[in-house]
């Protein structure tokens, strides 16, 4: 994951240090939008919250407790962030339909030219395609690599219904593979 101590930059933000801040913001910055680009499936939704992500962890360094887990902390953030923009835009209801479209569409994004393959754009897709607390549980476990308890955390549940969110997202994400690379019909339970 990260390689320099995590304690030491915890330390660094608490002082107010603006070389630390600079050296969090890049060692985090691609996975805290990567993050955000699968959770949201936009890439324009991820820049303006990715933004925000930063000047929320510049406002609020100095609260930053000693002994906390600064991935987790970055996380939460950008997780908190992400929901609140649901909520506000009220997209969280349209969130299937608007995500069923996007996916059918053949897009020319750079984000879409980086998928090198065919089972990778499925996934992606598929990610898409099932409901959100599936997708975050899936890729803060999956693919960010934290921990359930830290993944648990970030999402403010406890471990076991971390767990059952994890499994169930691999079902759903396997059910949708499966459909999308079948025959086209996408099940859209868990949205």
């Given at each position: 994951?990260?390689?320099?101590?995590?304690?030491?930059?915890?330390?660094?933000?608490?002082?107010?240090?603006?070389?630390?801040?600079?050296?969090?913001?890049?060692?985090?910055?691609?996975?805290?939008?990567?993050?955000?680009?699968?959770?949201?499936?936009?890439?324009?939704?991820?820049?303006?919250?990715?933004?925000?992500?930063?000047?929320?962890?510049?406002?609020?360094?100095?609260?930053?407790?000693?002994?906390?887990?600064?991935?987790?902390?970055?996380?939460?953030?950008?997780?908190?962030?992400?929901?609140?923009?649901?909520?506000?835009?009220?997209?969280?209801?349209?969130?299937?339909?608007?995500?069923?479209?996007?996916?059918?569409?053949?897009?020319?994004?750079?984000?879409?030219?980086?998928?090198?393959?065919?089972?990778?754009?499925?996934?992606e897709e598929g990610l898409k395609l099932?409901?959100?607390?599936?997708?975050?549980?899936?890729?803060?476990?999956?693919?960010?690599?934290?921990?359930?308890?830290?993944?648990?955390?970030?999402?403010?549940?406890?471990?076991?219904?971390?767990?059952?969110?994890?499994?169930?997202?691999?079902?759903?994400?396997?059910?949708?593979?499966?459909?999308?690379?079948?025959?086209?019909?996408?099940?859209?339970?868990?949205?």
């Amino acid at each position: 994951m990260i390689d320099k101590n995590q304690s030491e930059l915890v330390a660094g933000l608490r002082q107010g240090n603006a070389a630390v801040l600079r050296e969090i913001y890049e060692l985090f910055r691609p996975r805290i939008f990567g993050y955000l680009v699968r959770l949201s499936g936009s890439r324009d939704i991820a820049e303006e919250l990715s933004s925000e992500v930063w000047c929320r962890v510049a406002s609020k360094s100095k609260d930053i407790r000693e002994d906390s887990n600064l991935s987790a902390w970055l996380y939460t953030i950008a997780r908190n962030l992400f929901f609140s923009y649901c909520r506000w835009r009220d997209i969280h209801e349209q969130h299937a339909e608007t995500l069923a479209r996007y996916s059918e569409s053949q897009s020319t994004n750079p984000f879409d030219k980086a998928v090198k393959n065919q089972q990778e754009q499925l996934l992606e897709e598929g990610l898409k395609l099932i409901g959100t607390k599936y997708r975050e549980a899936l890729i803060l476990v999956e693919i960010e690599g934290f921990s359930y308890t830290d993944a648990a955390k970030i999402c403010d549940v406890r471990e076991p219904a971390m767990r059952k969110r994890v499994s169930r997202a691999k079902k759903l994400l396997k059910q949708v593979i499966s459909e999308l690379s079948g025959t086209g019909k996408t099940n859209k339970e868990g949205s």
